[in-house]
């Protein structure tokens, strides 16, 4: 398998501008994870889904931030509008659960975003 | 809640073993995961314990101990492409079983 696959790899943008990332997680993987990780605050969780449905965002921090997953092999985390302290590195992860053995996240290679 | 806590930094020399110390505090604990990240990279899967004890992977082994909420990453036989950080993240029923991640330990291995 390729593993899960992230575009764009690198985004620079002006401050206001829509930022799109997209995210093929692996097939067969039933949870699909946004984090955002940065210097200050480490990883963080935005977002999961589970079958396509999102389950917990209780991480996205604010209105501006929206997630889609409209198929299995598919999502999208929006920002709009985009704001400097956005910038960060945006990691998509996929698992299959595995109860007591375990739930390895398979993370993407990252889209590093600047807004300027 | 769910948290955890780790150093922000260890340094080895090459050749030497080190020990990445990992606490939690958590409900409805299941098991610990390590991750390690090299700079620019993504984070990749080494290690789960979900029993007491030792497991060992070549040069890695975790340790758990659930009674005492602690866990820990030991590094055999460094090599500078050891250097990297490290990621405990815990799997809880309070947090759905979803590993919540730790702030990280960057590791730096001398010469």
């Known amino acids: 398998d390729a593993g899960v696959i992230q575009s764009p790899r690198h985004e620079v943008t002006e401050m206001g501008q829509e930022v799109t990332l997209r995210c093929k997680p692996i097939s067969g993987h039933d949870y699909l994870f946004w984090y955002r990780q940065t210097m200050m605050r480490g990883l963080e969780l935005l977002i999961y889904?589970?079958?396509?449905?999102?389950?917990?965002d209780s991480g996205m921090p604010e209105d501006r931030f929206s997630a889609k997953m409209p198929n299995a092999s598919f999502s999208t985390l929006k920002i709009q509008p985009s704001e400097p302290r956005d910038s960060a590195v945006y990691f998509c992860a996929s698992s299959r659960f595995q109860g007591a053995t375990g739930n390895t996240i398979y993370f993407g290679e990252g889209s590093w975003l600047t807004v300027v | 809640g769910q948290s955890l806590e780790q150093p922000s930094e260890v340094t080895a020399v090459e050749g030497a073993i080190v020990q990445i110390n990992c606490t939690y505090q958590t409900s409805g604990f299941y098991g610990l995961s390590w991750y390690q990240q090299h700079d620019g990279g993504a984070p990749t899967f080494l290690s789960y314990?979900?029993?007491?004890g030792l497991e060992e992977t070549g040069r890695f082994s975790s340790f758990l101990s659930r009674s005492d909420s602690y866990g820990y990453l030991l590094l055999q036989e460094l090599q500078m492409k050891d250097s990297a950080s490290y990621f405990c993240a815990v799997r809880a029923s309070g947090g759905s079983y979803i590993p919540t991640f730790g702030r990280g330990t960057s590791l730096i291995v001398h010469p």
């Open positions: 889904f589970n079958n396509n449905v999102p389950i917990d």
């Open positions: 314990n979900a029993l007491d």
